[in-house]
Nanobody, 129 residues
Framework: EVELVESGGGSVQAGGSLRLSCLVS????????MGWYRQPPGNECELVSS???????YYTDSVKGRFTISQDNAKNTMYLQMNALKSEDTAKYYC???????????????????????WGQGTQVTVSS
């Protein structure tokens, strides 16, 4: 059974850091494109960062230089290190997996829609200023 579980969210002051974790089961990273999405309240879902099954890394422009995505194969865990956090980073963050040959979409109307890949339950990140 494919399962993804996020953790590590919380509240932090602007300029601070958080590290999100995504524990996966039922598959290995070399067989999937993996990504972190986020959705602020009332706004659309956007792709923050991803690692393809070939190891290609993507970051959306707004987080370049501040966020780092990584995977630990031994622990079956994907991470998103978030530094220099801003209030506009406030959102619910989701881990996602896709087993198709297509690249991950950069935007969705909503995160965690059934039938569009596999999603974790989400973890809230709140940045205050």
């Amino acid at each position: 059974e494919v399962e993804l579980v996020e953790s590590g969210g919380g509240s932090v002051q602007a300029g601070g850091s958080l590290r999100l974790s995504c524990l996966v089961s039922g598959f290995t990273f070399d067989g999937a494109d993996m990504g972190w999405y986020r959705q602020p309240p009332g706004n659309e879902c956007e792709l923050v960062s991803s690692i393809s099954s070939d190891g290609i890394i993507y970051y959306t422009d707004s987080v370049k230089g501040r966020f780092t995505i990584s995977q630990d194969n031994a622990k079956n865990t994907m991470y998103l290190q978030m530094n220099a956090l801003k209030s506009e980073d406030t959102a619910k963050y989701y881990c996602a997996a896709d087993f198709s040959a297509l690249p991950l979409d950069e935007k969705h109307g909503n995160c965690a829609v059934p039938g569009i890949g596999f999603w974790g339950q989400g973890t809230q990140v709140t940045v205050s200023s």
